[in-house]
């Protein structure tokens, strides 16, 4: 297979290199970030058709780079393993080397990692989302002229800000007919006053957690994000009438941020006001509402604060607006520490083929460099991604698409695509 090489690209040999060109960035007070002009960037390549989208991302956002800031800033690209790779190098999925390197490099990207089924192994997505506390997965929705199931898709830009760490993914689980689930059950009926009726003997039961402290770092990370960007309309989601305990609160805690001193006067909170420059209106939205809104009128929303699994259902059905999660990027973050990814899985059922559409990572790349700073590459990107889908040019995936919609394309390989968008970066 072709390959798309770089002299600033260092892969891993016996270990993750440190090469002498780049510096770490810097983790400073309040989670700010210090990035040198020359940082490394630890990358994953992933498994699947990982190895095929990563030297895809890098060559666009490389080339952005360049274009945008000359000579003057590069990014050292450091491999660290995780998944197949990683096991079949060195016996285990997630080395401690791979975890200390993302941690002294603060900022890092990666592509899938598959998780294999029955072999009692955890996924290493939610090991490292655990190791760096990534309490809150980013996924910008926008449409950038691909192919899509809706009419007016350019209605679709939203940011869904879906809480990382709490809920049901607690893992908190009894399954129906164990010694577990019966003392739970007991406990529930006996001392908590829970109904016979509510739990009968064949009961399983999933736990569900959500924490003040968790659902307020959160929200101050969306709205922060919202004012930052000039977004105006954010809506908090939940089904609080029903668990009010868990999804109530998280929506009542939002609106207790929205009071803090930080964003008092910029935040409003009157379903009638009208946010003028510099402030945002935060909204109630049911689950169920939400759902319906974003297909019938996806406009209304610019940010969506979101507890984990219905940040989840959200996130996907916004991503299937706009032609699926093929197109979407996405970004783990804490506090400062950031991961960013490709939203969708390893597709083993064409890796090694050369046809996988690498746009979900290079948008993450694009993501990332905006969480840099270097805004003006990862414009630079956003433009010359647009310009292939007004040439009609893509991977199988988009040119099918495209032809789904009656019009030709010219269907070209993962590298030829990077390619492609690359020569479109002015
Ligand atoms: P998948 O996304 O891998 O595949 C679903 C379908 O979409 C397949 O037909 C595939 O060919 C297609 N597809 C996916 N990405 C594509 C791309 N870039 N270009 C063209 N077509 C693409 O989902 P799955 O089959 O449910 O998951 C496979 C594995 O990936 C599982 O082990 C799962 O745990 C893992 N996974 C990892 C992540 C992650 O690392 N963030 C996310 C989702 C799934």
Known sequence: METLKADNVYYWEGKAKRPQEGEFIKLMDKASLLVPDKPIIPFIEGDGIGPEITPAMIHVVNTAVERAYGESRKIIWVEVLAGDKAEEKTGERLPQETLDFLKEAVVGIKGPLGTPVGKGVKSINSALRRAFDFYSAVRPVYWMGQPT?????????????????????????????????????????????????????????????MSEFKTKRHVRKALRYALETGRKNVAVIGKGNIMKATEGAFIN?????????????????????????????????????????????????????????????????????????????????????????????????????????????TLSGAMMLEYLGWKESAQKIYSAVRKTFEDRVGTPDIASGFRKMGEDAKEVSTIEYAQEIARRID
């Open 149 to 209: 199931p809706i009419p007016d898709p350019k209605r679709v830009d939203v940011v869904v800000f879906r809480e990382n760490t709490d809920d049901v993914y607690a893992g908190i689980e009894f399954f129906s007919g164990t010694e577990e689930a019966r003392k739970v059950r007991e406990f529930l009926i006996k001392e908590m006053g829970a109904k016979e009726s509510g739990f009968p003997e064949d009961v399983g039961i999933t736990v569900k957690p």
């Open 253 to 361: 805690w939002a609106f207790e941020v929205a009071q803090e001193p930080e964003f008092k006067d910029r935040v409003l909170t009157d379903p009638e006001a009208e946010p003028g420059e510099g402030q945002v209106k935060l909204t109630k939205v049911i689950t169920d509402q939400m759902l319906m809104q974003l297909v019938l009128r996806p406009d209304a929303w610019d940010v969506i604060i979101a507890q984990n699994l219905n940040g989840d259902y959200v996130s996907d059905l916004a991503a299937s607006l706009i032609g699926g999660p093929g197109f979407v990027p996405s970004g783990n973050i804490g506090e400062g520490y950031a991961l960013f990814e490709s939203t969708h899985g390893t597709a083993w059922d064409i890796a090694g083929k050369g046809i996988a559409n690498p746009l979900s990572l």
